[in-house]
């Protein structure tokens, strides 16, 4: 990381594994329950996030000194709001078929607590640069934890990455099924999101004790 | 500068200025680009058309449109006649695809007589008539392309959706769901009784083309529902005319 000084880049890694929005911070996990029954929307959400939440970081930065703080909070909403509105217009009129693979989830970004926390508790008080690290750091985060999740619902539930089949054909019993394995009906509901979520959560928590809460 | 934003005054020309400068911002955005939203829309009505009678990229797995740029083409060389059918007159018009169906269903609602857009369409010396519908899935609007021969059966289909839930409901726009329609009749003995998407049907592989349905998602019991019921009520509105096509 020559690029960054030593506390620049632990506001991108910090956020990846000790301090990670969904597991130890437990933001944004409606969206992460919801979108996660398939990879390839896992990973369009994480990208989509990792713009706005970089970019929004940084606005709400410069705007810092000036923003009324009786009404910081609907700033903050106005400021998220429209920048997804202006995302998702350029990609109907620019890239028509991944805005249709991002339909729901344009509006799911703007419900997404993580932006409206980094915005509340990070970019209000520092600069732009730090701000802007601190947004790519968190989507970053977040997205780690979503394509984990969708990657084994994908695969338990559907027997397919990206929509792939990789484990053989359930219907006609080849690879895999041709030895009496069976897909996962459950993996695909939501709850199975939030145990899959939670045994990350454990794992994370037995490798470094430090995170244990009392 | 703590005294300066705490004031009431302050708050409301700050409040006032963020709305006028993020609501010129979004219109102006939304004006500009509105020609090449539209002119995107007005492709893909022409790629599902054609997707729905069979002219499509599909490989193995995935289901493929004809690109953006070929399509105005494809649809001029395959569909032959574009016909709008209210109540008992049938008019052709080469506009008829650019129909909005929504408009239409909100028309018949305050009494006024729908028109019905059908598509027909020619290849390999193969008639296909093409109607576009919509329905209601979980979340929002789900419509579809279904593409008969004169005799109601279905040919192919194509379906989408505004925004049903990802791996589940929004799957209905996969070949895996969509190819099990081909082939499958939509009266029984002569009497039209439209397609269910049936849970437990006992006949995943759909080898019966004959029972009037299809097997479900798992998981997505109410898309499939929205299914049933669109392709039942709206595709019934053509009964009549393909009743005159028997003459």
């Known amino acids: ?214 | 500068m703590e005294n300066r934003t705490d004031k009431n005054s302050y708050t409301i020309l700050f409040a006032i200025g963020m709305v006028l400068v993020v609501g010129t911002l979004l219109a102006f955005a939304a004006s500009f680009l509105k020609p090449n939203i539209d002119e995107n829309k007005r492709l893909e009505k022409q790629q599902n058309i054609l997707y729905a009678m069979g002219v499509n990229e599909n490989d193995e797995n995935n289901a493929n449109f004809v690109s953006t740029t070929d399509a105005p083409e494809l649809f001029k060389k395959y569909i032959e006649k574009q016909l709008i059918i209210q109540g008992a007159d049938v008019a052709e018009d080469d506009q008829a695809y650019l129909i909005d169906v929504k408009k239409e269903q909100t028309n018949a609602k305050a009494g006024i007589e729908r028109k019905l857009p059908l598509f027909v369409g020619k290849k390999d010396n193969t008639l296909f008539y093409i109607a576009p519908i919509r329905g209601k899935g979980l979340w929002d609007a789900v419509w579809a392309y279904v593409a008969m021969d004169k005799n109601m059966v279905i040919q192919g289909v194509f379906f989408d959706h505004k925004g049903e839930t990802a791996g589940l409901g929004a799957n209905i726009n996969k070949r895996f769901f969509m190819d099990d329609f081909i082939g499958e009749d939509l009266k029984n003995n002569g009497v039209f009784k439209g397609i269910a998407v049936a849970k437990g049907n006992a006949d995943p592989l759909n080898k019966d083309k004959t029972d009037n349905e299809v097997d479900a998602i798992a998981g997505a019991t109410i898309t499939g529902n929205g299914i049933s019921a669109m392709l039942k009520s709206e595709l019934k509105l053509y009964e009549p005319y393909f009743e005159t096509l028997k003459n």
């Open chain 1, 1 to 214: 990381m020559g690029l960054l000084s030593k506390k620049d880049a632990k506001l991108i890694t910090d956020p990846l594994a000790d301090n990670n929005p969904i597991t130890i911070q437990v933001l944004g996990i409606c969206s992460a329950l919801a979108i996660t029954a398939e990879l390839k929307a896992s990973l369009v959400m994480a990208i989509s996030v990792l713009f706005v939440l970089g970019i929004g970081n940084v606005v709400i930065s410069l705007m810092r000194n000036i923003i009324p703080s009786k009404i910081r909070i609907i700033v903050q909403l106005i400021v998220v709001a429209a920048l997804v509105i202006i995302v998702d217009l350029v990609l109907k009129a620019f890239a028509y078929e991944l805005s249709k693979t991002l339909s729901v989830f344009v509006g799911l970004i703007i419900t997404n607590c993580i932006i409206m926390g980094r915005f509340e508790a990070f970019a209000l008080g520092n600069g732009p640069w730090k701000s802007f690290l601190d947004g790519i750091g968190n989507a970053l985060g977040y997205g780690v934890i979503l394509i984990i999740v969708g990657f084994f619902r994908e695969l338990l539930g559907s027997g397919t990455l990206f929509g792939i089949p990789v484990l053989g054909d359930p219907i006609a019993k080849t690879g895999l099924y041709s030895m009496g394995y069976e897909n996962n009906g459950f993996m695909i509901m939501p709850p199975m999101a939030l145990i899959v979520v939670g045994i990350i959560i454990w794992v994370q928590r037995s490798r470094n004790k430090a995170l244990i809460e009392d």
